[in-house]
């Protein structure tokens, strides 16, 4: 999305109210101020792109709704009501957004990003309209106007953890399938993941987050499938850092990196493309005790059911079985477990 020259409001700075609407300031009250901006909001929902005429006669009203006094209002069915303003005037005035400034937009995402937090109550009077907001940010795919911003990456991460909190088993097809596109559009649609707002998603695959809410759990389970062409170069340079140049620093899910590669390799055996060689490379280690772990770790990918690793990397395989000679005697038993597995199996 390019950023146009500001245009000037139209009548010389003025902003135009919709027919019956009145001005709305400070210096009316909460209740006013929400009846007011529902007339509002049914104008924008109203307009499409082709409306040229309304979109110059109401600019100023769009500039004027991304106002501190919008912005940081503490009453939430205003922020409300004005973030579904500001999701129309991305979807009306696209592919321009009529806001120059970069720290703006910034701040415009990062309070949309917060009203998202309301998707959580399906119970709530006003569920439709953050339905409405979160249907309607999906389908324009307004995020990834954040591409031109320099630290777009902060609202991104922000937007992610927003809704893989709020998902519940409370929440239909619809309302997954429309968080899903948002995510999975910036994920594909970016220059690439970076590790922090990988973490955001790989946290759900953890066994204690995974217990705590599945929705999330399956919410990314389910982002990973669809991404795994774009996203495996990322999960591989994040598993590179920590398995081998040995920089747990990279991220808080360093010392999850086992369990990560068990879930990753269930979810799409795909995803981990580029990590089976650094197994391979881990599997030769110098030290018995992450030796052991690795073995342990491989028993489980190669015994799992329909696991076709064996066949699919002859060399982690044939790696794998050198083990049974392994000098460290807990890796020999390890081995004559998997051994004992498929026999049995």
Request: charge should be negative; glycine fraction near 4%; hydrophobic fraction near 40%.
């Amino acid at each position: 999305m390019e950023f146009p020259q500001q245009q000037k409001p139209a009548g010389d700075g003025k902003i135009i109210y919709p027919p019956g609407v009145k001005e709305i300031t400070d210096k009316i009250s909460n209740d006013e101020v929400v009846k007011r901006l529902k007339m509002v909001v049914k104008t924008y929902m109203d307009m499409d792109q082709d409306s040229e005429e309304e979109k110059q006669q109401y600019l100023g009203l769009a500039l004027h709704l991304a106002s501190e006094f919008f912005l940081r209002n503490p009453n939430k069915d205003v922020r409300l009501l004005v973030a579904c303003c500001l999701a129309d005037i991305f979807r009306i005035y696209a592919p321009e957004a009529p806001y120059t400034s970069h720290d703006k937009l910034k701040d415009i995402f990062l309070f949309i990003t917060r009203q998202l937090k309301g998707l959580e109550d399906t119970k709530s009077p006003q569920f439709n309209r953050y339905f409405y907001l979160l249907e309607n940010l999906a389908w324009v795919k307004s995020y990834n106007i954040c591409f031109e911003l320099e630290d777009c990456n902060e609202i991104f991460i922000q937007l992610f953890k927003t809704l893989f909190s709020v998902i519940n088993n409370s929440h239909n097809q619809k309302v997954q399938m429309h968080m899903m596109d948002l995510m999975s559009s910036i994920i594909m649609e970016g220059d690439g993941v970076t590790q922090e707002l990988l973490d955001t998603i790989l946290i759900n695959l953890i066994p204690a987050h995974k217990n705590l809410n599945k929705q999330a759990y399956d919410l990314a389970k389910t982002l990973l499938k669809r991404t795994v062409q774009t996203i495996e170069t990322c999960i591989a340079n994040f598993f590179n850092q920590v398995l081998v140049m040995g920089k747990s620093s990279v991220s808080d899910l360093s010392e999850h990196v086992f369990d990560l590669i068990q879930e990753l390799f269930a979810i799409d055996p795909m995803l981990l493309t580029s990590v089976m060689p650094q197994l391979e490379f881990k599997l030769k280690s110098n030290d018995g005790e992450e030796r052991l772990a690795v073995v342990r770790l491989l028993a489980k990918l190669f015994g799992a059911k329909d696991s076709e690793l064996a066949s699919q990397n002859r060399p982690l395989w044939q790696c794998f079985l050198g083990r049974f000679n392994d000098i460290h005697v807990p890796v020999r038993l390890e081995c004559v477990k998997f051994a004992s597995h498929c026999l049995m199996n």
